[in-house]
C-alpha cells in the first residue's frame, strides 16, 4: 500500500517538529510548511501527486488557515485537510468545512484519533482520484467506438 504523503502546516516550529516525529513514526510521509502561503508554494511546486492530506493550523499570522484552506481547494480541489487549532470555535469550525475541510481537531489531540482523520481523509481522496480515472477510461472507450461506428 502506498505512505500516505502529509503536508503539516503551522507557523511554531516547537509544535511542527515533534508533531513530524510522532506521525512519521505512525507510517505517515510527513512535510512541513511554517505558513499558509509556504504550504500553497509547496502544492504548487510538488503537485497534487505529492500530498494526500493537508494537516493545516488555523491561527496562523500573515495568511490564516481559513484563508489558506480556500485557495489550497481552488487549486488542488481534490487534496483532503484537516484543520487542527487551539483557538477553536464553533464558527471557525463551520467556516473551515464550508470551504471543504474534511474535518476538524483540537489542540491538543489525541495522535491516534489524527492519525485516523488522516488516514480516512487519505482514503476519501484516493477514492476520487480512482473514480476519475474510471470516468476517463469510460469517455475514452466510448469515443472509441464512436469513431468505429
Known amino acids: 500500500?502506498?505512505?500516505?504523503?502529509v503536508l503539516l502546516v503551522d507557523d511554531e516550529a516547537a509544535f511542527l517538529e515533534p508533531m513530524t516525529k510522532r506521525l512519521t513514526r505512525r507510517g505517515l510521509s510527513v512535510?512541513?510548511?511554517?505558513?499558509?502561503?509556504?504550504?500553497?508554494?509547496?502544492?504548487?511546486?510538488?503537485?497534487?501527486?505529492?500530498?494526500?492530506?493537508?494537516?493545516?493550523?488555523v491561527k496562523m499570522p500573515g495568511m490564516?488557515?481559513?484563508?489558506?484552506?480556500?485557495?489550497?481547494?481552488?487549486d488542488h480541489p481534490l487534496i483532503e485537510v484537516v484543520l487542527l487549532t487551539a483557538?477553536?470555535?464553533?464558527?471557525?469550525?463551520?467556516e473551515g468545512m464550508k470551504w471543504?475541510?474534511?474535518?476538524?481537531?483540537?489542540?491538543?489531540?489525541?495522535?491516534?484519533e489524527l492519525v485516523d482523520k488522516?488516514?480516512?481523509a487519505c482514503r476519501k481522496k484516493r477514492n476520487h482520484e480512482r473514480k476519475i480515472l474510471e470516468a476517463k477510461a469510460t469517455a475514452a472507450a466510448?469515443?472509441?467506438?464512436?469513431?468505429?461506428a
Do not use: W
Open 118 to 120: 488522516v488516514e480516512e
Open 100 to 112: 471543504g475541510a474534511f474535518d476538524y481537531l483540537m489542540k491538543p489531540c489525541d495522535i491516534e
Open 64 to 74: 490564516d488557515g481559513i484563508e489558506t484552506l480556500r485557495a489550497l481547494k481552488r
Open 31 to 57: 512535510e512541513n510548511a511554517l505558513s499558509g502561503n509556504q504550504c500553497l508554494d509547496f502544492l504548487a511546486q510538488r503537485g497534487d501527486q505529492a500530498t494526500d492530506v493537508v494537516i493545516l493550523d
Open 1 to 5: 500500500m502506498i505512505q500516505t504523503r
Open 142 to 148: 466510448i469515443k472509441g467506438s464512436d469513431r468505429q
Open 87 to 94: 483557538h477553536g470555535t464553533v464558527e471557525s469550525a463551520i
